[in-house]
């Protein structure tokens, strides 16, 4: 073979090579996310539509005939404490609309209670556990928080591989001389080809929106989110500390008094309220005409003071992300001490709070629900075509991981830029390493898995 013959074939041995890594690494990242991935179009599918859910399936106890005028709130939160009893008032959530209830959250030793109230009967309408409500498990499973903490942060890694691979997707979808599986379909559902044809191109289709669901759904993520959250909000483009200066602060974060607490707001310390004279704290009814009256938008919930020191918090956190509010208000006097506007918020907070609320179908009315939810609907069927594609692919009795390329130094250098990747989201970045360090030892070492693993 002549020196010219060599030199011509190397471009395409370096091409095959990184190739194949690239194949490797999205099957690996595959492997390691599509049942969680599966779980998460699922359970964010139904969670787009928590309104409609609440509305239809939950209807008896969230959906009212409006007449006459509506009971004043203390009056609403006295029948929802006196449906569960020995309990303790400690949220009022007022209607967003004349046809909803109004919600009130009731504590006692054993946990806390959503009770729903007609606002214009005062008749409690339906009672649920805080832990049992649908929405509520939905988006605890969506999260794995409600298998506890150390699934919690899995969720957080199958984020940061879910961008990687999209990315790798992309990559060996891209068309390389072939008339077929770009934009079309080949072959029938008995053939490998069709499920790799299906998989490849819903992915490419869809694959912008996914990485887009998958980099917003990282500020919910409990250490890269609260990293993010705390740098953006110390840079001054978070919540705007400045408002605490000269407010006297409690170590109680605000995620902590409300059901849910907008991310932006959810670490910034709830501040104190002073004890006048005759040591009275005002009343619901006050801080629900207060926050009237400063125009919160409709649908916002109301913290009861805990203790002395506690404050009334008033908050919304409508789909009109612009409406995004959170007012403290002293339980003595009744006069807010930190009164926080989206407005407020920093340029990274903003953005962060823009991409939430596309992301959970909030901003844009029925066609972002719409979208997001055709891209969960992608998520599973390139997941589904995935592990079928692999099913028919694999040799028997073993995994059918993709070859090692022949130029190790192409994958040794895709898996640094990929570790590199993992110093941006640690988790993620672990994942990847632990997957490293078992390839190369089933690689090097002798046994039976060296077999099952190729």
Known sequence: MTVSSVASEKPNDISLSLYRAIWRWHFFAGLLVIPFMLNLAITGSLYLFKDEIDNTAFAYRNVVQPRGEALSPSILSDHAKAAVPGSKVLRFRAPAEPTQSARVTVGTDAGKTLVFVDPFSGSVLGKVGEKEEFNWVVKKIHSLDYFGFAFNRIVEAVGGLALILVVTGFYLWWPRKQTGGVM????????????????????????????????????????????????????????????????????????????????????????????????????????????????????????????????YTAAVFPDDIAKQRTIHFDQYTGKPLVDIKFADYGTGAKAIELGIGVHQGEYLGVANQIIMLLTCLAIMLTSVSAVVMWWKRRPSGRLGVPPMPSQRHIFATLTLVILGFGILFPLTGFAILATLVLDQLILRIPSPLKRVFS
């Open 184 to 311: 079309s379909v080949r072959g029938t559902p008995d053939k490998r080809v069709f499920w790799r044809d299906i998989h490849a191109v819903t992915g490419a289709i869809a694959g912008a929106l996914i990485f887009f669901l998958a980099i917003t759904g990282m500020p919910w993520s409990g250490y890269w989110g609260d990293k993010v959250n705390t740098a953006l909000s110390s840079a001054g483009l978070g919540y705007p500390a400045q408002l605490w200066d000269d407010v006297p602060v409690s170590h109680v974060p605000t995620k902590d008094v409300l059901t849910n607490a907008g991310w932006t707001v959810e670490n910034a310390p709830v501040p104190t309220s002073t004890p006048n004279g005759t040591g009275q704290a005002v009343g619901i009814d006050q801080i629900v005409a207060s926050a009237n009256a400063v125009g919160l938008a409709p649908g916002f919930e109301v913290s009861f003071p805990s203790d002395k020191p506690g404050v």
